[in-house]
């Protein structure tokens, strides 16, 4: 009998060891919308452009949606639906990733469609596609992207095909719920591929002045073109303002990028973010600079991590320069970290290394130009020009003088 209550004991003791252990939520899909109009109703979807085409008009036919136009042709032609509530109410957060599978037939499958979110005209591609056969051929459009929304902001799903006859059947947007505590970094955007041609908004060439430089999406990349060489900064600026909007946090970016001339390694890239406020660059905070050595076919990766302190109303971008005037990039990552234990978030903004009080280089110089002067005051003919986006002193007298600044 007492070797019965030892077992029982054990046993009561075993289970309460169990239960005491921490319990972790393993991942599990959770659907945000799965629509099938088997009710016979648009289950809340519009047409995308009711200008596009002619006569734009959708309805439920055997249980599927369908558009038609009589055109025949828009770039604009398909549906929309507002997922707001149902985004939030699913408990999907910023920066995770989502995942479309729809059934889609067309009148003419030569065209891909595109299926993507739409937040204040900005489209962010989940999938694109077309059959692989004759036209009415059923497929299913799938893939997954990052998807980034601020609290305010209208959430639109949307499927468009250029043809004017369109079906959709099981529309599904999905994501995977991770454990039941939050990472300690957070996604906030991820780029890649054809991606770029949606986001193409966000970038501009780095060097104002440089009006020769072009940015095109092309090659599924984003491409810069015909950049000024030596003559100008050249890269490109991504705006990440309505990204990166806490103060005091650690931030991370990476990038892939080739460049048409890293001069067998002599002439580095870097990637860095920086801080403007009222029109002038206030920060700049370095995440990595480094050289490749194979001209144009080679991606190298850049990538680092650095703390970022700002004021409201700041603008906030991410950049990358090199010498060449031919660079290309992909797999563009920004992911917010955790706070830093050594910056107060609502302290002005400083340089980045402990003790450094300024930080100037490229076309800062053109904001700063009141800082410097020609050092020997007898050399009237000499000047100092910021034209190339660097400090130049030109016309000194020689060894006349004491030239310098």
Excluded at 256 to 269: A, C, K, R
């Amino acid at each position: 009998m007492s070797g019965k209550k030892k077992l029982i004991s054990f046993a009561v003791s075993a289970a309460m060891l169990i239960s005491a252990l921490p319990q972790f939520a393993s991942a599990q899909t959770v659907t945000i919308i799965s629509d099938n109009f088997s009710d016979g109703t648009t289950s809340g979807y519009s047409v995308y452009d009711p200008s596009a085409g002619e006569n734009p008009v959708l309805n439920v036919e055997y249980e599927d949606l369908k558009f038609e136009e009589s055109s025949g042709w828009d770039p604009n032609n398909g549906i929309r639906k507002d997922i707001t509530s149902a985004l939030k109410g699913s408990g999907f957060k910023s920066g995770q990733n989502m995942t479309v599978s729809a059934k889609v037939s067309s009148a003419w499958n030569n065209a891909n469609a595109s299926a993507f979110i739409e937040i204040n005209g900005e489209k962010t591609e989940l999938a694109s596609g077309k059959a692989e056969g004759t036209d009415w051929t059923e497929y299913t459009l799938t893939g997954t992207a990052a998807v980034n929304y601020n609290d305010n902001d209208t959430v639109y799903f949307c499927i468009t095909q250029p043809c004017g006859t369109h079906v959709y059947d099981d529309i599904q947007l999905t994501y995977e719920s991770g454990s039941s505590s939050e990472p300690e970094e957070n996604q906030l955007i991820s780029i890649s591929g054809a991606q770029f041609a949606n986001a193409i908004g966000r970038f501009s060439v780095y060097d104002k002045s440089d009006t020769a430089g072009k940015l095109t999406t092309e090659n599924s990349k984003l491409e810069l073109t015909d950049g000024g060489s030596a003559t100008y900064t050249n890269g490109i600026r991504m705006r990440v303002t309505d990204l990166i909007k806490e103060s005091g946090y650690e931030y991370s970016a990476s990038a892939d990028v080739s460049s048409g001339y890293w001069n067998n390694g002599e002439l580095p890239g870097t990637l860095f973010i920086e801080i403007e406020k009222d029109g002038k660059v206030v920060d700049s905070v370095l995440l990595e600079s480094k050289a490749g050595t194979v001209d144009t076919t080679e991606m190298y990766k850049f990538s680092g991590t650095g703390t970022l302190s700002f004021e409201p109303g700041s603008e906030i971008y991410l950049c990358f320069t090199q010498t060449a005037g031919y660079q290309s990039y992909d797999n563009i990552v920004i992911t917010k970290g955790k706070k830093s234990e050594t910056t107060d978030p609502t302290a002005a903004p400083t340089s980045t290394p402990e003790g450094q009080l300024i930080s100037i280089s490229g076309a800062q110089f053109a904001d700063e130009t009141d800082r410097f002067s020609v050092y020997d005051k007898s050399d009237t003919a000499g000047k100092l020009t910021t034209d190339n986006s660097k400090l130049e002193l030109t016309d000194g007298g020689s060894a006349t003088y004491t030239n310098g600044i």
